[in-house]
């Protein structure tokens, strides 16, 4: 028989997602057409560039002296600065009157700018500390700007200046961030690959600016496009605070606007990410309600960066769609103290721009994030034959109640789960975890019958920092059990960092402590049974988050099983979010497996009768979902996106995954294929959708 594996063909043909053809000079910022336009709306006067031209020109000093440095020095947020106030400031500097130069054609702001460009070029020979790589990603591309417009000018910029100019862009800037820096945060890699376009465009260089752009689509640790904004707008750094995020999507934004003036589309990338990442921090700043995995914060909620013009001109006037709450945060907002966000953000109008100004098709669902996970903060109505147990409170009152038939049982924080769950064995009942956090100073045993519910977000489960694991089975054969609506806490303190990324790179490496969530192993096949586990959030374990071995009729709902899996003994590529072994009849529906740092998003081994529908499954370091010595898979309506090797794998370790089903999932921005299932055998694939992956797929004939 004949089976046709449909592997989808990548978007570029000629260097990934980068360009061959020569470079658009000037190519930044504004291509020359967009720079005379901008200069003809300042010269008739009209609104808004008027504005934004006295805003600009009353930030612009002819008596503005550079004071260059030798070597810039910076720590952690600008601490022991040496030479990094001056450096920025002459950044913006060198911009603001090459732009004053170009729309006024004073030759006085060129010879500025020139002074300016000059000072640092002969002098600056490197960078050092924490914030190197940062402040060559933040500045560099106002130097650059500057230079493009100055050097495709008659500005009076000499050739020999040009020259050094260019010699201290590839001898300081560029090794500076060459191997940019995923371990920061993401806007340190977003400032990168902006700054880095514009060093391939200045020095015309097609392999740097094809590399920023790799970067951008394919990314790696917290870098890239589909690795800082998840689906639904939320940004990596949202947790943190406000002015992060706008940093973040504000250098994002450069490089999209730089790539548009060379002919490169980065907005409509991965369902215009972009663009959801802008409405969602608008929505938020402008008063509106989000949906938020992590922890809230309203930090730097009320300062508003000069970032959102260029983004809002390229739907409305390119595509005709308007962002609202871009749109809002603009007109209430960033407007009337703009001046280069506005004069360097609107294009020249094409012939062929739409006429009718629409918004996204189905504009609610734009913003919302594919799968929540335990976000719930009410509870959902408790089931009849229930014992509470609430923290602090006498666990014997709550045993001696049940034992007349008391209907409810609670648990409070500090009172023993391990005595209600002993106590009820049997009894069918269902244990109540109120709000509140339950420390575990021991592994929590399941017996057959065990039913815990938390009341949502609040009701936390924590192992105490000694203990390696939160929960395993109590009998080899465990049967109808059921975990729902509850956080379980892997990482060494309670309360969540508002940085994610802070306590990730705590957690990912060999001397990190070895902590997993729930573990229910059996010695023989099908001895777990039964095993239901519903808006449940597993999170920061360094080992796994949820590993079952040797069971079937098991049922994962609405779970977020994140941020587990790290380089732990013994080593990367061990530990995953979700580890299924030697299990049968299966469904994992509508739930999230993303970021484990190094291990895959789902794992599976040796299992039959698998279905997983409606998964995401990204960022995670390995593949999205992977299956080795399997049968019987079928993988529908889900996202794999970000990943550091595939999408979805199909492994042949001795023998080929049988019988397996691809279908109506979206595979997008991950470094190995969408799709690698060319061992599996009755494969059907179909409908499935996907673009930037990182290599190239493709369409093959195979007779079984």
Known sequence: MKYRILLLVCLFFCIGNGIAKDFVHPGMAQSREDLDYMREMVQKGVQPWKTAFDNLKEHTSLAFTPEPFVEISVGPYGANSIGGREFSESAEAAYNHALMWYITRNKTYARKSIEILNAWSYVLRGF??????????????????????????????????????????LTVLYPTIKDFFTEANGNWDASIISTMMCIGIFTDNHEIFNRAVERFHREEGNSGITRYLYPGGQCQETTRDWDHVQLGIGELAKAAQTAATQGLDFYSVADDRLAQGFEYASRFMSGGH??????????????FKDIYES?????????????????????EHTRPKSSIGFLTAVKVPTSNTPAQISSFANFDNFLKPTIIGVLKEKPRKLPSNSVHVKPGESIQKAIWKSSYNILFRHVKPGESIQKAIDFSKGTGKWIILEAGVHTLKAPLKLYSGTRLVGQGRKTILFP?????????????????????????EGAIKIIENANPNHDRRGRSYMNAPSREGIILKSMEKERLQNISFENITIQNFTKNGLAIVGGKYIRIEKCDISDNGASVVPGAGFHHNLYLSYISDAEIISSRFDTSPYGNGVNVTFCNNLKITNVEVARNGLSGIRCAESNRIVITDCLAEGNGENGIFMEKQ???????????????????????????????????????????????????
């Open 290 to 303: 989000i949906n938020l995995f992590g922890v809230f914060t309203d930090r730097r909620s009320d300062v």
């Open 311 to 331: 983004i809002y001109h390229h739907y409305k006037d390119v595509r005709s769609i308007i962002l609202p709450y871009t749109e809002k945060v603009i007109k």
């Open 464 to 488: 105490a920092p000694q203990i390696g694991t939160a929960i395993i089975n109590g009998e080899d054969t465990l049967t109808d059990v059921t975990i729902r609506d509850l956080l379980l």
């Open 654 to 704: 001795m023998h080929s995954c049988r019988d397996i089903t691809i279908q109506h999932n979206t595979m997008q921005h991950n470094k190995g294929y969408g799709i690698d299932a060319t061992t599996a055998i009755q494969l059907s694939m179909k409908d499935n959708s996907g673009n930037q992956n990182g290599k190239k797929l493709f369409e093959e004939e195979r007779n079984e």
């Open 128 to 169: 050092d500390a924490n914030n190197a790589k940062l402040n060559v990603g933040l500045f560099g591309y106002y130097y650059l700007n500057a230079a493009e417009i100055l050097k495709y000018t008659d500005a009076g910029w000499t050739a020999k200046d040009i020259e050094q100019f260019t010699q201290m862009v």
